[in-house]
C-alpha cells in the first residue's frame, strides 16, 4: 500500500452495516499505520456512538430511508437527500480520499455517489444474499464489489464481483475463551444446556414476545437462557430475570463469551450473525425478520439451511416453536450434524480479502 493513504468509509444504520466497517479498517490500519480513517455515517444512527468507541472519526450526514409506505417523512427525504450529497461533496474535498468503501445502510449512498462522480475509485460490501436499494444503485458504477453469497450477479455487474465473505471480527474468528471463563462471564450454571436468544443488533419485537411466552416451560426443561432484548425492549422484559437461570440483556458486548457459552441458539438472519454463526458452529434456529427489504433475511437463512446447516422457523410459523426447540434439544446427532454443516460453509479470511481488493484500488 502507499505510504500516506486517506481511506472514507460509510455504512451504518444497523450493527451488520457497522461492524463490517470497523472490521475492515481495522485491518486496513493493521497492513498500514499511516493510514487516515474517517468515517461518514447517517445523524442519530447507532454508528455515530460505536465507530468512536471502535477509535475512528465519523461526520454524520442528515438522512434516512426512503419508507416504504406513503408518509409525510418521504417529503423531508428530497431535501435530506440534496442536504447530504452536498455535505459528502464537502467531505470528499477536504479528506481527499484515495479510496472510499460502502458496507450499506444509508449514509453510503450520498457518500459513494458523490465519490463516483469525482473519479475516486469506490468498493462496496454487499452483506446479504440479496442487495439492499442503496447498493444495488451504487453497483453500476462501483469498482468493486465484496459480496457473501453466490448469485449476486443477477443485481450486479459480473466483473466486479469478488466472493470474500463478509468480515467478521477477529474476537470471534481467533475465540480464545474457555467454556468456563464465559459461564462465569454470564454466571450461569455449567452442568445445564444454555439456549442463547439473538434478535439481532436492534433486538427482535417477535423473537421477545415468543420467548416471553415460553420462558416458563423452557425454564421446566432446565434449560438457561441468554436472552438479548435489545435495547428498545429491554425494560419491557427485563423482569424475566427474577426467574433461575434466566439472563436478560439489552446488548451483548461479549459476543465470544455469548457464543461460546452457548449449547443451541435461537437467532434474526442478519448478515453478519450468520457469518459469525458459521464461524461459531453451534446448531441454530433462524427466525428471519419479515419486515426487511425483499425478505432477506429469509433468503439469507435459506442460503445455510438448504445444505442441512440449521433449521428454519418462519415467524409465521411460531406456533411451532416448542416441538421444533424440544426435538432438537433431545437429538445430539442433529445438534452435531447441524454443527458440522454450518461450519463448513464459514469464510474466516473475508477481512483480509476485502483489504486486498481495497489495496489494490489504492495502488491502480
Ligand atoms: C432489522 C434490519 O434491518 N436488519 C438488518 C441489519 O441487521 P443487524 O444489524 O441485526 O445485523 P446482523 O445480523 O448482520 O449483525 C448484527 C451484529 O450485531 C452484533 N451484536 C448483536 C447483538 C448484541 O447484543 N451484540 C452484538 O454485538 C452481532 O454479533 C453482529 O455482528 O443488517 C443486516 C446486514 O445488512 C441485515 O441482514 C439485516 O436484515
Known sequence: MKQSVNILISGGGTGGHIYPAIAIANELKKR?????????????????????????????????GLQRKLTLKNMAFPF?????????????????????????????????????????????QEQNSYPGITNKLLGKKVNTICVAYDGLERFF??????????????????????????QEYF????????????????GARAINQLIEKN?????????????????????????????????????INRMDYAYTAADIIISRAGASSISELCIV?????????????????TKNALAVVERNAAILLKQSELDGFVSVFESLLHDSHKQQELSENIKKLALPKAT??????VEKLINS
Open 32 to 64: 498500514n499505520v499511516n493510514a487516515k480513517f474517517l468515517f461518514v455515517g447517517a445523524k442519530d444512527r447507532m454508528e455515530m456512538e460505536k465507530v468512536p468507541q471502535a477509535g475512528y472519526e465519523i461526520k454524520g450526514l442528515w438522512i434516512t
Open 80 to 124: 435530506k437527500l440534496i442536504s447530504s450529497l452536498w455535505n459528502a461533496r464537502k467531505i470528499i474535498r477536504k479528506f481527499k480520499p484515495d479510496v472510499v468503501i460502502g458496507t450499506g445502510g444509508f449514509a453510503s449512498g450520498p457518500t459513494l455517489k458523490m465519490a463516483q462522480s469525482k473519479g475516486v475509485p469506490t468498493l462496496v
Open 157 to 182: 455487474p459480473k466483473d466486479k464481483i469478488v466472493k470474500t465473505g463478509n468480515p467478521v471480527r477477529q474476537d470471534l474468528i481467533e475465540v480464545s475463551t474457555s467454556r468456563v471463563e464465559a
Open 187 to 202: 454466571k450461569i450454571n455449567k452442568n445445564q444446556k444454555t439456549l442463547l436468544i439473538l434478535g439481532g443488533s436492534l
Open 215 to 251: 420462558i416458563e416451560w423452557l425454564v421446566k426443561q432446565h434449560v438457561q437462557v441468554l436472552w438479548q432484548s435489545g435495547k428498545l425492549y429491554y425494560q419491557e422484559y427485563k423482569k424475566y430475570q427474577s426467574l433461575e437461570g434466566v439472563e436478560v440483556l439489552e446488548f
Open 281 to 297: 458452529g453451534k446448531p441454530v434456529i433462524f427466525i428471519p425478520s419479515p419486515n426487511v427489504s425483499e425478505d432477506h433475511q
Open 352 to 357: 483480509e480479502h476485502i483489504a486486498n481488493e
